[in-house]
């Protein structure tokens, strides 16, 4: 506004110098050569300021100054610097620029971004994604203890669909006709029939139930209330005894099943040799599992009263050889 002002008042200085001589002497007829010289004047004088502001701002920029640091109490000098002010403004924005470039750095490469707003931690981003995996497991782990559990409700309130199965649909891929068969026997075979028969014929060691029954051991003790009925299917026989009375092994053999049943209770059956097999049923506990080994005496289960079918603390006690049942009363005295 200042340099706008000196401008205009300056143009008219010029204006009022160039007419003057012209207006002493009253010569009206030269006007347009006199707007032509002070057209020209002014463009002259125009670019001469221009010139001179020019210079000004040099000067200025490069006038020296001196800043001087002065002890308080002497007024001695200590330090000294001469300086101008481009050499302050090119400083200042070096360091300007040297700032930011190392404020960059410092956020991009160290772990100082972290404190700033908007940056997370990479420690953080690593926990979060071990969590969102675990999170992720833990809802699969529990999808499938839900189902399970929903299965057992289901199973305890008696509405598990009985889903009948065609057995002879299963095993249609597998029949094999007969009559593309070759039944004969092979030679090999003939001879092996021929020793075993042999064998068989003069064995003075063969064993039956009927030897091995002295040896079996009895389960527990007590009063039969229901006996042996293969016509009602009844394949076993009850014996009454105390509740928690130990329920003992027939002989020696391996335990092949011990687990809950609905209708029986707490189930345990053990294969002996010569394919015998004794089932222990309505117990009040079991002392064995599954694949455990077992000695002719040894404690297995103790008497209960468990399960649907049960009338009372008793033992259901059950014999069988070669898949066949047989009256455990035949070979053990249970009183």
Request: aromatic fraction near 10%.
């Amino acid at each position: 506004m200042c340099f706008a002002v000196k401008e205009r008042n300056w143009a008219i200085n010029i204006v009022k110098e160039s007419i003057k001589p012209l207006v002493n002497s009253k010569n009206f007829h030269n006007l347009g050569v006199l707007a032509q010289q002070v057209k020209s004047k002014i463009i002259f004088a125009s670019m001469a300021n221009k010139k001179r502001k020019r210079k000004e701002i040099k000067r200025k920029l490069l006038h020296k100054y001196r800043l001087v640091i002065l002890n308080e109490s002497t007024f001695e000098e200590k330090i000294s610097f001469k300086l101008n002010r481009l050499n302050v403004f090119v400083t200042g924005t070096l360091f300007i620029i040297v700032l930011i470039g190392l404020t960059t750095l410092l956020i991009a490469f160290t772990p100082l971004r972290e404190y700033i707003p908007g940056y997370s931690s990479t420690r953080l981003k690593r926990q979060a994604t071990e969590l969102t995996y675990r999170t992720d497991s833990l809802v699969t782990v529990l999808n499938y203890t839900n189902r399970y559990l929903d299965n057992v409700r289901l199973v305890l309130r008696g509405e598990v669909e009985n889903n009948e199965t065609n057995r002879d649909s299963l095993f249609e891929r597998y029949k094999l006709d007969p009559s593309k068969v070759n039944l004969d026997p092979i030679e090999q075979d003939l001879r092996l029939r021929e020793e075993v028969a042999l064998e068989d014929k003069y064995n003075l060691f063969e064993r039956n139930l009927e030897d091995f029954g002295n040896a079996l051991f009895p389960p527990v003790s007590g009063t039969i209330s229901q006996g042996f009925d293969a016509e009602k299917k009844h394949f076993a026989i009850d014996v009454v005894a105390a509740q928690g009375s130990p329920v003992k092994a027939v002989a020696d053999g391996t335990v092949i099943f011990s687990e809950w049943t609905a209708e029986t209770g707490y189930v345990i059956i053990l294969e002996h040799r010569d394919n015998i097999i004794s089932v222990y049923k309505h117990n009040g506990s079991l002392s064995k599992s599954q694949g455990d080994l077992v000695r002719s005496g040894e404690v297995i289960a103790s008497v209960g009263n468990t399960g649907e079918l049960t009338t009372g603390p008793h033992l259901h006690f059950e014999l069988w050889l070669d898949g066949k049942p047989k009256d455990p009363a035949d070979f053990i005295d249970f009183n």
